[in-house]
């Protein structure tokens, strides 16, 4: 098999994910708001609820890799409309995905396919741990695959996914962790709320792209490096220029003496206190959905 791990021994590290890479690379400052001084405004109920669907797709994907049953989970309720509309939605979901991708959830007679939901794996860049979880990983000895669920509509635009931080990193991890080589790794998403069946857009990987993505990350790395040890000298990390539209949806744009063009201001920015917390309570966080 060539899906063994080659994780170095993990030590005091600074834990990174696709999450945290993706806020460090469109905000600084943000980055240094939420992950460091863990300051959070009020959860949107409605967010709130679509995450736990979510959630609970993920959980129901899992066990069915596992070989448990399921059908009990899916079971409706009479007296409990809201519950029902929520099962109903994974079912179709689910069932949906089985007519789309039954490729995907037959597993097999070879004995030496590797398959593994929830597939954690970990990689060393100096001071930093980046972490990684598949949603599934299957695996010959020719060739590597890398699936993620998503329960949002696609993005309209290819590009964005393709340079999101959760494409990149999960490709680049899975390279450096194994003996396939780029050419052989590929990363796939399944939007299964798409308008009329499950969409799949796929990514295959080369040398090329690896080595982009090596020069990408230890750029940003090295930076994080500087903008920790000023933070530790009383230095905020670097803002976005005052004419960036981005500040004007931020949570944080009164704390930056950015105008915040979102709702209910006073009542976020009065919500948000702070918590002394080490760095590497970093591991907590929970990654971010890709936004178009």
């Known amino acids: 098999m060539m899906i063994s791990i080659t994780n170095s021994a993990q030590h005091e590290l600074l834990r990174l994910s696709q999450g ?4 460090l690379e469109r905000c600084p400052r943000e980055f240094q708001h939420t992950y460091l001084e863990q300051l959070r405004p009020p ?10 669907q979510g959630s609970r797709f993920h959980l129901l994907m899992q066990q069915q890799e596992m070989g448990l ?24 979901w689910i069932k949906g995905f089985a007519i789309a991708a039954p490729e995907i959830l037959t597993k097999s007679g070879n004995s030496e396919t590797f398959r593994e939901s929830e597939h954690y794996r970990t990689l060393q860049v100096e001071n930093y741990l980046l972490t990684v979880i598949y949603d599934l990983v299957i695996a010959n ?18 590009r964005k996914l393709q340079y999101n931080w959760q494409t990149r990193l999960y490709l680049y991890v899975l390279a450096e962790t194994s003996d396939y080589p780029p050419e052989n790794i590929s990363m796939t998403y399944w939007f ?4 009329n069946k499950p969409h799949s857009i796929k990514f295959s990987y080369n040398s090329s792209q690896h080595q982009q993505t090596k020069k990408k ?9 500087q903008w920790l040890e000023a933070y530790q000298q009383g230095e905020q990390f670097p803002q ?27 009542s976020s920015s009065q919500n ?3 918590v002394d917390v080490t760095l590497v309570n970093l591991a907590n966080i929970q990654e971010v959905s890709i936004k178009s």
């Open 141 to 158: 000895q020719e060739q590597a695959e890398i699936f993620d669920w998503k329960t949002y509509p696609k993005p309209e635009n290819k």
């Open 192 to 195: 299964v709320q798409s308008q």
């Open 272 to 274: 948000l206190s702070r």
């Open 217 to 225: 990350l230890n750029q940003h790395l090295n930076r994080l490096t």
């Open 69 to 92: 049953e399921i059908e009990k989970f899916l079971e409706i309720d009479d007296d409990n409309r809201k519950n029902n509309h929520d099962i109903l939605q994974l079912q179709n």
């Open 43 to 52: 959860t949107n109920p409605d967010n709130q609820e679509k995450q736990l």
């Open 240 to 266: 976005l220029s005052e004419d960036n539209k981005t500040c004007n949806h931020c949570q944080y744009a009164s704390r930056c003496q950015r105008q915040y063009v979102g709702s209910d201001t006073k």
């Open 20 to 23: 945290q890479l993706n806020l």
